[in-house]
């Protein structure tokens, strides 16, 4: 085997070994921003969400670009009457999911720049408690897009 090739390999083993144990970060399976008229005030997006370390972690805050106002929002019924609340943080739970989706929790794009059309994508910002920060894509699909299941 040649040497240096090993070399390298086992520091990048060493490397990748230290950040994962350090990281607070979580795993997004499935981020979406359903379609919407282009009169639409807002746009919500839905994800699964997945905490593979042994902390719970919190989101705080969410951002989107192209959005002036992010929320966090739940869909609670009343009856036969929906309204959302808003959340101030959303718990992930260690080695746990969280699932948005439509009729529960979601998260509602505002004060858009512009309603993004369909396979568009927009860069969303999530802040942790402990401040640090975490972003993923997410793109416009269409509002009747089947939600998976793991
Ligand atoms: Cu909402």
Redesign the pocket.
Known sequence: MNHRLFRTGFLLLILSLSWHAGATELVFHDAWVSEAPPVAR?Q?AYMHIHNATEQDIVIVAVKAEGYGMV?M?K?VMDGDMAS?EHQDSLLIPAQGNVVLSPGGI?I?LMSPERILSLGEKTAMTFTYSDGSEQQISAEVKAADTPIHHH
Do not use: G
């Open positions: 807002s919500a929320m929002h869909t959302m979601h509602m």
